[in-house]
């Protein structure tokens, strides 16, 4: 292994943050429209949603991934492996997100919400200015540990060839007959960034607690 | 696309088998994990600084590592240093250490919540060693730990469909077998979805019935 | 002469710097009931915990029965197994209930007895209805410790004390933890053991209990002994100026309403 490869592998991280980034800021917000579609009780479809969460959650993204890349084209969908990557990855997230959204809007107080009903806020306002920059506040902790787990099961997109950390990796193994550098190369790679995340998140619990006990 | 269907039927033997493969993986390294994980959270909670953090260490070390590299440094690194392992052991051991990190903070959690006072009233009533944990420790910490650890084996269930990747004949794979043999990707893949939804739904009972014994004890 | 259950000899105990019994010795005679009273720190809790060997004396002994508890013949110290089987004979009522919350009021009596002392269940289960009749408590036998109200949870704690048939049973402040109006419930429960002649060693704040019914007052200061009286002579006339300030301090506090 050399210099080279391990700036293969550099590239290769350079595509799994991009695609973790394009997932984590698409999967955001429709997390929230999912939980505010349940949190709101619109018939059938709040029900619809919950199926949707119920299934995602358990369905593994390697699964799913190859669910999408093989069988959009097959109804006439083409799809290339980085959309694919990307989709999976936003099915995969906002399910998780919503179900934080979900938390937090349901211990969100609804007196405060009665409240700037009574001085006559609408209905989008009331979301926008009162209920959401609680709730983000609340959610927040949750959502960064779903980024930290989202990140963590990047390396299956390697499986319908997306170039990123893991595919490089093993490209670089199979060609030098050792796989064991490439690999902990990659591992150097993600360690970092996961540990980052978790230990924002810790952070953040932290600072809330020490705020709420100030309170 | 009923017909795809048809053929997914057609194949059920082999996507039975990849149920119960993804099965017993779940099941036999959960266990194993679980197991591990009780050895490892006292040492996690150890007065000698040395040996909790060193599992410190490990425990936090395996929650930054991707399972799926971790997965194939087992199988494709270890040879490297000698150590060859096939694929059911690979994905058994990958496994299993892997989660045996998040147990093991699982139950150190659960155990730092536990009063301390009904653990020495076992104590002063004759209790000791073994009898001691497996009958005033053990059973308040699982009602505790349990949708936690439920929560883990759900996890287990899909990181078990990476082992696709070590040629594992799991849920995934046989999904991938039947659709490059008969090209019937959604039907086929689908029909994956569902069972690992069903095998969730059955965990997710579980847990479930654990809360209601928890929930009458609190 | 009357058995002597429980033999205190120059017990010390220290935690780190801190020593927290000194020289302590006393003895327990069948059927006394001794309160053993002095300000909070003063190592009461720990004299308790050390009879049992919840926590090991550095320095003296202690006889149950005439067997010495924590160290064997040899002066080797016994095995946890040792241990356990002397502890069986010793029933201890903690502060805080200590109740097994996975398991229901009845098991919670039967556990140590059927698991520990390996008696006949049906046996075990007929006292344990039994003792449960008498701390009245009979229609909560199968409701788990959460549900219950303070003054009901110590209730059950002595009763699974008692099922164990102990030679001796300990109370480590057993109404401390419960709010002034649940007092009283167990109060009655303990005087009447006491009259029944249960050997008791009792740890607390009840200065009425410990005036009424106990038979001897171990008043402990600073890790000391500082007056061992009936109860008498302890309140009507405390040898000593500590136990005349600390009978002052709490009276009052009765007089308040308090404990």
Redesign the interface.
Known sequence: MNAGDVLAILQGAVVTITLSLTGILIGLPIGLGLAVLRWADVPVVARIVAIYV??L????????L??LF??LP??GIAIGPISAAILALVMNTAAFNCEVWRASLMNFPKDQYEAAQSVGMSAPLRFRRIVLPQIARDSLPGLVNEMSLL??????LA?VGVVDI?RA??RI?AETY???PP??V??AL???I??VL?SLQRWIERRQIKAEALA | MIHDFGIVWSERGLLLSGLGNTTILSVLSAAAALLLGFVLTPALMAKQRWLSRAVRGFV??M????????A??VY???P??GVRLDNWTSGLVALTIYNAAYMAEILRGAWSAQ?R??I??????????V?LFR??VL??LL?AAGPVIGNQM?QI??????L??IALPE??HA??SI?SRH?V??AA??T???L??G???VIEAGVSSIDRLAA??? | MAKRVLDVAGVSKRFGALEVLSDISFQVEKGETVCVLGPSGSGKSTLLRCI?W?ERPDAGQIYLNGTEIGVNGGGIVMS??E???I??R?G?V?Q???????LTVLQNLM??PV???KRPKAEVRDEALALLAKVGLSDKRDV???KLSGGQKQRVGIA?ALA?RPDLLLFDEPTSALDPELVGEVLVVMRELAREGMTMVVVTHEMGFARDAATRILFLDRGRVVEMASPEGFFSNPATERARQFIQRYAGRAANGGR
């Open positions: 119920s299934i959650r358990a369905t593994p993204l390697v699964t799913l190859l669910l093989f069988a097959n109804v990140i963590k099961v990047t390396p299956v499986v893991t990796a093993v193994g050792d796989p064991l690999f902990l990659a591992v993600y360690a970092p996961v540990f978790v | 936090d070390g929650r930054c590592v991707p399972f799926l590299l971790f194939y440094i494709y690194g270890l490297s240093l009063p006072e009904p020495e009233a076992g104590i002063a009533f004759g209790f000791s060693s009898a009958r005033i059973p308040p009602l759900i269930v899909k990181d078990s469909a990476f696709t990747i849920l995934t999904a991938s659709q090209y990707p959604f893949f689908i994956a979805v569902l690992y939804w095998l969730c739904l009458a004890r609190r | 049992n919840l946890d197994r241990l356990s089987r502890r069986t010793i201890m903690f805080h209930f200590a109740l097994w919350p996975h556990e140590a698991q520990v002392q788990f410790p959460a699974r164990m």
